[in-house]
């Protein structure tokens, strides 16, 4: 065997034993900010930041994400509606029960029981990349309670794990959850992710990761990654969204392809689309005016 094949092989057993260690969590509310709120939905805490007066905008992330990912569009938003920043069940500061329904329709229900909960009236969704199929489940189980859509990155045809994900079994699927959760392997997602890599910084990687010490993190990515994904997201969910809806897409997207654009164009009726320049899958953190400008001209319009 080769020697960079031998060190190849002794780095991903190493890896695969710190992945099986138990490591000592870290409190949610210790790493709750000024802004962080807190709500229960369903009997689960659901952790979320509120900014700005107006029209309720709730923006929901992606998969592994957070209410970080917000953090650049959030105060161009403000100005004119209030804006909701949810962390998913399993995610960020919200509960990450072994036992949760992590489908994208159990997550959708539960942003409409956010939505309830905080008495909001008809706000809009807006998801990124697996956040898009939380917020297009929420809008078909409630479509009274929901004014309208923004769908940016929409995974709905690509840019999520294969089926075969679903058959791993325990520990094999507890460990690729905290292989995940690894600054090293987390930072090779997010590359595929940025068309500006100099925006992939340690400060970044530290703040992506903050979540994944959180008591239960890979245990309910484990259990989200077996019983979920690649289960959902096909184009009847598409089809049959009839709330206005504006679509945005990163040119230079790695994960979910511009090419997917037209065809979800023409398949959620009356929708419209806004391509962003200089920007690859996280869209909103490289180009936050220009998103932000697309959504404010679109709820304009609207």
Same mark, same amino acid.
């Given at each position: 065997m080769a020697k960079a094949q031998i060190t190849s092989t002794r780095d991903a057993a190493r890896a695969f034993v710190r992945a099986l260690m138990t490591h000592k969590s870290v409190p949610v509310r210790q790493l709750a900010g000024d802004d962080s709120r807190f709500v229960s939905v369903d009997g689960r805490s659901l952790h979320y930041t509120q900014r700005g007066c107006g029209a309720p905008i709730i923006l929901i992330h992606g998969f592994a994400g957070s209410t970080y990912t917000w953090r650049e569009l959030i105060p161009l938003l403000a100005p004119t509606h209030t804006v909701y920043a949810v962390d998913l069940l399993g995610f960020g500061l919200s509960d990450k029960p072994a036992d949760g329904d992590y489908s994208m329709a159990g997550q959708g229900r539960l942003i409409i029981g956010f939505v309830e909960a905080l008495?909001?009236?008809?706000? #809009?969704? %807006?998801?990124?990349?697996?956040?898009?199929?939380?917020?297009?489940?929420?809008?078909?189980?409630?479509?009274?309670?929901?004014?309208?859509?923004?769908?940016?990155?929409?995974?709905?045809?690509?840019? *999520?794990?294969?089926?075969? /994900?679903?058959?791993?079994?325990?520990?094999?699927?507890?460990? #690729?959850? =905290?292989?995940? $959760?690894? =600054?090293?392997?987390?930072? =090779?997602?997010?590359?595929?992710? $940025? $068309?500006?890599?100099?925006?992939?910084?340690?400060?970044?990687?530290?703040?992506?990761?903050?979540? /994944?010490?959180?008591?239960?993190?890979?245990?309910?990515? /484990?259990? !989200?990654?077996?019983?979920?994904?690649?289960?959902?997201?096909?184009?009847?969910?598409?089809? *049959?969204?009839?709330?206005?809806?504006?679509?945005?897409?990163?040119?230079?997207?790695?994960? #979910?392809?511009? %090419?997917?654009?037209?065809?979800?164009?023409?398949?959620?009726?009356?929708?419209?689309?806004?391509?962003?320049?200089?920007?690859?899958? !996280? #869209?909103?953190e490289e180009k936050p005016q220009e998103v932000a400008a697309a959504i404010l001209n679109f709820l304009r319009r609207g």
């Open positions: 008495g909001l009236q008809q706000p #809009v969704l %807006a998801g990124h990349s697996m956040g898009v199929l939380v917020a297009a489940f929420a809008a078909l189980s409630s479509p009274a309670r929901i004014g309208s859509l923004v769908l940016i990155g929409p995974s709905f045809y690509h840019g *999520r794990p294969p089926p075969s /994900a679903t058959r791993l079994f325990f520990p094999f699927a507890l460990v #690729v959850a =905290k292989l995940f $959760y690894m =600054k090293g392997m987390r930072r =090779k997602s997010l590359q595929r992710c $940025y $068309y500006d890599q100099s925006l992939i910084t340690d400060e970044l990687l530290d703040h992506y990761l903050k979540p /994944a010490g959180t008591s239960g993190a890979a245990a309910a990515l /484990a259990r !989200m990654i077996r019983t979920s994904v690649g289960s959902e997201g096909d184009g009847e969910v598409c089809v *049959r969204l009839r709330l206005p809806t504006l679509l945005v897409w990163g040119r230079y997207d790695g994960i #979910v392809p511009l %090419a997917d654009a037209e065809r979800v164009r023409q398949e959620i009726e009356g929708s419209q689309l806004a391509v962003i320049d200089d920007a690859g899958h !996280m #869209v909103q």
